[in-house]
């Protein structure tokens, strides 16, 4: 997990993201022991209290569970709950952007297709 500090993005939700990102990736499995407090601000240089702010974001939400003679655990079904979720909140709204400019450029549906697929293949669109 890699924070940017330059970001506008405050570094406790930066932090929270980092753990969805290792769940999302299997990383992190259900029932697994999530990173602690400590362990993320030494690894990180921040503040504990900034780490324990991310991962109480992810406890508010379900993700994360307190778990009894052990530190947070990964909720059951947190990667389903968390793939939903931004899949519905991130995602589709990326869609709603690309879909918004491609109407500014007069793309039909075929370049639209066309450009995804060249993105997929070379990570890249091939700009004629």
């Known amino acids: 997990m890699r924070l940017d500090f330059d970001n506008v993005k405050p570094v406790y939700v930066q932090i929270a993201e980092g753990i969805e990102d290792d769940i999302l990736s299997g990383v992190l499995g259900e ?3 999530a990173y602690s407090q400590l362990i993320l601000a030494r690894a990180l240089n921040v503040n504990p209290a900034t780490a324990a702010k991310g991962i109480n974001v992810l406890v ?10 052990h530190s947070m655990v990964v909720a059951e079904g947190a990667p389903e709950r968390l793939r939903r979720e931004r899949l519905h909140s991130g995602f589709r709204a990326r869609i709603g ?3 918004a400019e491609a109407g500014k450029l007069n793309l039909s549906r075929e370049e ?10 070379r990570g890249e669109i091939d700009n004629e």
Do not use: P, W
Request: glycine fraction near 16%; hydrophobic fraction near 40%; proline fraction near 0%.
């Open 31 to 33: 029932g697994d022991q």
């Open 60 to 69: 508010g939400k379900g993700i994360l569970v307190k778990q009894r003679g």
């Open 97 to 99: 952007e690309l879909m």
């Open 112 to 121: 639209i297709i066309t450009a995804i697929r060249e993105f997929d293949q």
